[in-house]
């Protein structure tokens, strides 16, 4: 008998709590159009590898299918601001034993329907960290911050649309 009232107190608590597995997307919403990101560092080939990691978390997460601009109801624009590398810890050798690298970005999302601006954030910031011993470098750190931006920036379409 316990057993069935906690599984109903359950029953109760999922489900007045809002989850949801549906897109939190607009529904209306088919293509969006993502162009090769912007690059305002003097690290070059950086917006491939990022445009690539958005584009795989949209494809990935959402039902959006990746479009040609004139068929996109969106488009989203990025640039990479800055990048900045730091070391953390060096050896005797002065062999880089751990390091950071921050990311920082321009995004915005517009309505290609209405030219509306759904989402303009500036200066957004992600940091990794690698470790030399383990084999890992800077594009090591890259990739992963790459990876972490592309889920941050599809959470933000789904919030803020």
């Given at each position: 008998m316990m057993r069935r009232v906690l599984f109903f107190i359950l029953i109760i608590v999922l489900s007045g709590c809002g989850y949801s597995t549906r897109s939190l997307l607009r529904r209306d919403l088919e293509g969006i159009h993502v162009p090769i990101f912007d690059n305002d560092t003097f690290r070059r080939g950086l917006e491939f590898g990022l445009t690539k990691a958005v584009k795989d978390e949209i494809l990935f997460r959402t039902r959006l299918k990746i479009v040609d601009k004139e068929d996109a109801d969106a488009i989203l624009y990025g640039k990479i601001?800055?990048?900045q590398e730091n070391v953390l810890s060096e050896?005797?050798?002065d062999d880089i034993v751990e390091g950071s690298v921050t990311v920082l970005?321009?995004?915005k999302l517009?309505?290609?329907r209405t030219g509306r601006n759904v989402i303009e954030k500036k200066g957004l910031q992600w940091k990794t960290e690698y470790i030399g011993r383990r084999g890992?470098?800077?594009s090591t750190a890259e990739n992963e911050a790459f990876v972490d931006i592309a889920e941050r920036i599809v959470n933000l379409m789904e919030e803020d649309w």
């Open positions: 601001a800055d990048v050896n005797i050798a970005l321009d995004i517009v309505d290609a890992e470098a800077v």
